[in-house]
């Protein structure tokens, strides 16, 4: 980079400030790392304990420099920094998490960070083919990660880090889901609480449920609600929930997966008094409605009602299809695990009827609730593109009649449909292109484009070669870094991150 554009970048940005919350993220990081010590202690791994503790060391000496390179910071956060911080904590954060499984060798750079970021960004792919074999501390740490994530670090820091002000506005604003993303309450440090304190409840009821199946120990329940209410799918095991064969435990998680796909707003408005705020609610509605559809739909057609042959799990050895309410369990399970980013897995989805597993990538694609853990486009995004087209079609033969685009009473203004439209095109588009991207490096077009649906929609699971029962080993160490791109992507919401690569982004006003 030329001198005069590197000391342009230094002058119009605040990066004193940035360094300065970076550190608190760093530090936090390194924090974070502790209660994996504890269960390296109860349960002996001693082992481990010295490659975590190295990597407590290393978080908190770069925590150090940053906090150097922070001092006698101005406190005042414009949108640009707020931008930059979001994106840098969470890359920050990323390379941090997967110290941990480098530092006890347990994976390579590469692996370890790809395992970090799709933990922080729920998104639950994983490259590790031998759970089985890991520490349990270490698998603590690969669950702690969703819970970490699907609460958002940068929110979790502005609740701690008063000093920022009205500038934590801005972080919460680009760091909150959705086309219009809104504070819970006045205060945003209010906000962040109560949005903590509804992610506490959630993981410690889904824990005690887990429990009380009788399938799972406190350590595998703790560690599937971590991922259940992140929706991010890492399991304690390698063939995930399918290794339980409980229908309690399916439907445990089926519950708390559509629990946490709903967005936490609707939970402060029941706690305010409004029990009917879910039903009233139109995103809430359509989801449950395009869950119950699908569920249906990939039930009847992997049982061979219609537009199946029989192959796969789903049949016996006989080549015989299976009976419909063996259908209907899978098809609850996977549908509900597909459609709200989860990626918990039951049963081979790779091995199911076409249609069947192109239902699952639509739905993986459009995601859960806005506001919620879930990533994907969002439902209320696929809501207001509908309605935008049946307005549209509809003036092709009233051009003088003027509709007014409406969710739950209220008017959308042409600007939030306007970034509606703009995020569905970005979305597309980088879908495309990083498929076509990804087939560089000897995917099959399926699995290339599965993947990174997956990954840009922070699901997990895909088709082919990254499959329900496979990983992301076999994809080559260029298209794994292509494909952490990816998950920042999607839960950065796009924009964030697209934004960095603009180069008015850098320059004077």
Known sequence: MPRACAYTIMHIINWRLISRVLSAVAAGSGAAFLPAVGWALYYGEYGTISGILTAVGIAWIVAGLLS?????????????????????????????????????????????????????????????????????????????THWLGGIGIVVLFIAILPYLGAGGKLLYKTEA????????????????????????????????????TGRMDLFESLCHAFGTFATGGFSTRQESIAAYD???????????????????ALYIAVLRGDGLAFFKNTEWRVMILVLAGAILL???????????????????????????????????????????????????????????RILLIILMCVGGSAGSTAGGLKVIRVIMVFKMLRHGIERMFRPYIVRMLRIDGEVVDDGVQRNVVLFVLAYLLCLGGCSVALTGFGLDLESAVSAVASCMSNTGPGLGLIGASETYSAVPVGGQALLCFCMLLGRLELMAVLVMFIPGFWRSK
């Open 68 to 144: 150097l390179l922070g001092r006698r910071a101005d406190d005042q956060l414009y949108q640009r920094e707020a931008l930059i911080i979001v994106v840098f904590s969470w890359v920050l954060a990323g390379s941090l998490g997967a110290l941990p499984f480098l530092c006890t060798g347990m994976l390579g750079p590469m692996g370890a960070f790809f395992e970090s970021v799709s933990g922080l960004t729920t998104t639950g792919a994983s490259v590790i083919d031998n759970l089985g074999a890991w520490p349990r501390s270490l698998l603590f740490w690969r669950s702690f």
């Open 177 to 212: 889901s959705g086309p219009n993303p809104r504070a819970l309450r006045p205060h945003l440090r209010d906000a962040a609480i109560i949005l903590l304190k509804t992610c506490i409840a959630l993981t410690v009821l889904n824990t005690l449920a887990l429990r009380l």
């Open 246 to 264: 409980s229908i309690s435990v399916e439907l445990v998680t089926i519950l708390f997966m559509v629990c946490c796909a709903s967005s936490f």
């Open 298 to 356: 990939a039930a009847t057609n992997v049982a061979g009602y219609w537009g199946a042959t029989p192959a796969g799990p789903a049949t016996s050895s006989a080549g015989e299809f299976p009976d419909f309410w063996r259908s209907l369990r899978a098809a609850a399970f996977s549908v509900t695990s597909i459609a709200t980013n989860t990626g918990f897995t039951t049963d081979d989805f790779d091995r199911w009827p076409h249609f069947s």
